[in-house]
C-alpha cells in the first residue's frame, strides 16, 4: 500500500537516499529541503511524479506550518515523517563558541522538535503514522572532542523515546536511527574553530565503506520492524554494545582518543 512520506533535508546525502527507496517501493514523497524546487529529479522512483520537491527551513515555524497545509491540502494526511535535515559540528570544549552550540541545537534538535509538533496532532487525528528521527551513533557513544554533536544527537534520541511512549496510545510509533560514519556530504556542513577535529571527522567520512543508500535500506527495514531504535550498521551495532556490555573497556577506548588529541596539541 502506497504511503505519504515528508523527509526533510530530501535533496542531497541520506535524504535523498531514504527519498529513493520510499519512491522505489511505490510511495509518494515530499522531498523537503533549503534547496527547494531546485532539486534534481529522484531518478530511483519508478515514477518521478511520485516525488515532489518543497523548499523547507527546518528552523522556520511557518514554512513548517506551510508544509502541513500542503500535506493536508494535497495528500489529506501523513503516514511517515522523516527528520533528517542535520548539519555536522563539534570541536574541544573551549574551542566550541556558544554561536556553534545554538546554531547546531537550532538545526539538529529543534529542526526535529519543531517537524514533530507540527504533524503530531494530524497524526493523532488519523490514530496512525510513523515519525523518524535520524540521530547517530553520537546520541548513543560519546568520543571525546564532538561535545555539541553528541549533546545534540543524545537529545534527539531522548525526545524520540518520549515521542513514541506519548504517542503510542494514538497509534503513532516514533523511531531514532543511530548510523556510524558513512559517506554523505554531511561534512561540507561542518562549523567550528577546531580545525583538527574537522580533519579527523572528514577523514572518517571518506574511509567508511558504508554509503548513504546503505544506511536508507537499513532504516527501512527497521520501520518493516516497527523498530524504534535503528542502528542500521555493524560498526555503530558494535561501538554500542561495547558500552553497554563491556565499560570498561570502551572508557579505556574513549580516553585513548582523549590522549592522542592532547599529545597532537604539543
Known amino acids: ?142 568520543p571525546p572532542g564532538m561535545g555539541s554533536y553528541n549533546a545534540v544527537k543524545a537529545a534527539v534520541v531522548a525526545f524520540s523515546e518520549t515521542v513514541s511512549h506519548e504517542l503510542a496510545p494514538y497509534g503513532v510509533g516514533c523511531s531514532a536511527v543511530c548510523p556510524s560514519y558513512f559517506r554523505t556530504n554531511l561534512m561540507d556542513s561542518m562549523r567550528g574553530s577546531d580545525s583538527d577535529l574537522a580533519a579527523t571527522m572528514a577523514r572518517l567520512v571518506e574511509k567508511s565503506s558504508i554509503t548513504a543508500d546503505d544506511i536508507a535500506a537499513a532504516v527501512l527495514e527497521g520501520l518493516d520492524r516497527g523498530e524504534e531504535l535503528i542502528v542500521p550498521d555493524e560498526p555503530a551495532r558494535v561501538a554500542y554494545d561495547a558500552k553497554l556490555h563491556h565499560r570498561a573497556a570502551y572508557d579505556e577506548q574513549m580516553r585513548s582518543i582523549a590522549v592522542r588529541m592532547k599529545e597532537r596539541e604539543a
Open 1 to 142: 500500500m502506497s504511503r505519504r512520506v515528508l523527509v526533510t533535508g530530501g535533496a542531497s546525502g541520506l535524504g535523498a537516499a531514504l527519498v529513493e527507496r520510499f519512491a522505489g517501493r511505490g510511495d509518494r514523497v515530499l522531498s523537503a529541503d533549503l534547496s527547494g524546487d531546485a532539486a534534481a529529479p529522484t531518478a530511483g522512483a519508478p515514477d518521478n511524479s511520485a516525488v515532489v520537491h518543497r523548499r523547507l527551513d527546518v528552523r522556520s515555524d511557518d514554512v513548517w506550518e506551510s508544509a502541513r497545509a500542503w500535506v493536508e491540502s494535497e495528500w489529506g494526511g501523513l503516514d511517515v515523517l522523516v527528520n533528517n535535515a542535520g548539519v555536522a559540528g563539534g570541536g574541544r570544549i573551549e574551542l566550541t563558541g556558544m554561536d556553534d552550540w545554538r546554531w547546531i541545537f537550532d538545526v539538529n534538535l529543534f529542526g526535529v522538535v519543531r517537524g514533530t509538533r507540527t504533524f503530531t496532532p494530524m497524526l493523532k487525528e488519523q490514530g496512525s503514522g510513523w515519525i523518524v528521527n535520524i540521530a547517530s551513533l553520537a546520541g548513543l557513544v560519546h
